[in-house]
């Protein structure tokens, strides 16, 4: 137990730092591109500013594991990670755009670069970014939630290679067009990434059903000795790892001891299909309608 202690405490220590160091890259960035002229390093920023945001809500996540639910919160605060994932991928998405826009004025009248000044800021940028991967390394494996930021790292790190590049090209051709071209590369790469983290926590928290075979499942529950039927499914996402369960399953007029027993194999048969908490509503001979999905009807109908 004080191992396990002791490592989480290691983790959170390692992504506080690396928090620190992408923030401290994104103010240099933001300073360097600023003064150099530089649009590539602005947009570098905006993806070193991301993975902070990123870093940040994946070490609430950790946080968070280690608080209890409340009365007022009975399902713990899990889903503030997926509300901080929204905000941060609808500004990205945002703010890409407006690069994209900037690249495409800078294109048609390019404007001068510092060189050297942009190289230097981005060799800053890359070094600190290959600190924050391997304070990371050795904790990728543990959870989706840190390899999700590890990834993250990862792919800033590229991103500073291309603005490195770019202020070679900049320094020894001047070739200024090279500046606008990378801000698109990191801009779209950017989008794709918001798109994908925008549409699944809109799906949390809208609570849209996860990825199941519900024809399957209602299969498994129904091949269950003294199981008639099984209807009415609810599924929905807590967080990013929990997936919550629930249905009316009718059965045989049988003991209250047998019913438990019932509950237990369903739960127990679920786990399979990632399903890591389980209600169940046993009833006999009561609905009517036994579709998966239950159509409520309206008065007067």
């Not at 755009?97 to 942009?118: C, H, Q, S, T, W």
């Not at 045989?252 to 890591?276: F, M, W």
Request: net charge negative; proline share 2%.
């Amino acid at each position: 137990m004080g191992h396990h202690h002791h490592h989480h405490g290691e983790l959170k220590g390692r992504m506080v730092i690396s928090v620190i160091l992408n923030l401290t890259i994104t103010i240099a960035e933001i300073i360097g591109g600023i003064l150099s002229g530089s649009l590539a390093l602005l947009s570098d920023s905006l993806h070193n500013f991301s993975d902070s945001i990123s870093l940040l809500a994946s070490y609430f996540a950790v946080r968070v594991g280690e608080r209890k639910a409340n009365e007022k919160y009975t399902f713990g605060y899990k889903r503030a990670e997926i509300l901080v994932a929204f905000i941060n991928s609808a500004v990205l998405i945002g703010v890409s755009l407006f690069l994209l826009v900037e690249a495409y004025r800078r294109f048609k009248n390019p404007e001068p670069i510092d060189g050297p000044l942009m190289l230097v800021v981005a060799l800053i940028g890359l070094l600190a970014n290959l600190l924050s991967v391997l304070l990371l390394h050795d904790h990728a494996h543990e959870s989706m939630n840190v390899r999700s930021a590890y990834l993250h790292l990862m792919s800033d790190t590229l991103s500073s290679v291309a603005v490195v590049i770019g202020g070679i090209l900049i320094i020894e051709w001047n070739v200024t067009r090279v500046d606008p071209l990378v801000t698109v590369l990191i801009s779209l790469y950017i989008m794709g990434e918001g798109y994908g983290i925008l549409k699944e926590s809109v799906e949390v928290l809208m609570e849209a059903s996860p990825e199941l075979d519900l024809e399957a499942i209602k299969a498994e529950i129904e091949s269950i000795p003294s199981v008639r039927n099984a209807h009415h499914f609810h599924a929905w996402r807590i967080g990013e790892n929990e997936v919550h369960f629930e249905c009316h399953v009718e059965v045989e007029d049988i003991p209250i001891s047998e019913a438990q027993g019932i509950i237990d194999e369903v739960e127990e048969r679920l786990k399979k299909y990632g399903i890591t908490h389980v209600t169940i509503q046993l009833e006999v001979e009561k609905c009517t309608d036994k579709g998966i999905v239950c159509h409520e009807e309206k008065e007067g109908d």
